[in-house]
């Protein structure tokens, strides 16, 4: 019904900038609150920027003055600029989406991630 597809990660220096992308697709009736997650090997998913469907973003304190995530109603797609990039942000990026489907029921659905890895 709901379906995301990130792009943009890759292998990046420490201090260097990557852009992600998420581009949603499906029949929905409503799409609300979208974000971005991370989960590194051996922790939880952990919540890193969401945006609000009248654009009120929310960021883990730990990305905060380096991640921007913005979202395009029209292209329904959400991306996260991120710099200043350290070790600590290598994960798996997923991106998430809080819709209303044709039966008037609330779901999320998950993208099947992207992998971001900073070294040197």
């Known amino acids: 019904q709901v379906h995301l597809v990130e792009s943009g990660g890759g292998l990046v220096q420490p201090g260097g900038s990557l852009r992600l992308s998420c581009a949603v697709s499906?029949?929905?009736?409503?799409?609300?609150?979208m974000g971005w997650y991370r989960q590194a090997p051996g922790k939880q998913r952990e919540m890193v920027a969401v945006?609000?469907?009248?654009?009120?973003?929310d960021y883990a304190d730990s990305v905060k003055g380096r991640f921007t995530i913005s979202r395009d109603n029209a292209k329904v797609t959400v991306d996260l600029q991120m710099t200043s990039l350290n070790p600590e942000d290598t994960a798996a990026y997923y991106c998430?989406?809080?819709?209303?489907?044709?039966?008037?029921?609330?779901?999320?659905?998950w993208g099947q991630g992207t992998q971001v890895t900073v070294s040197a």
């Open positions: 998430n989406t809080d819709t209303l489907d044709r039966n008037g029921r609330r779901r999320n659905d």
């Open positions: 945006i609000s469907s009248g654009g009120t973003t």
């Open positions: 499906g029949m929905f009736l409503g799409l609300y609150t």
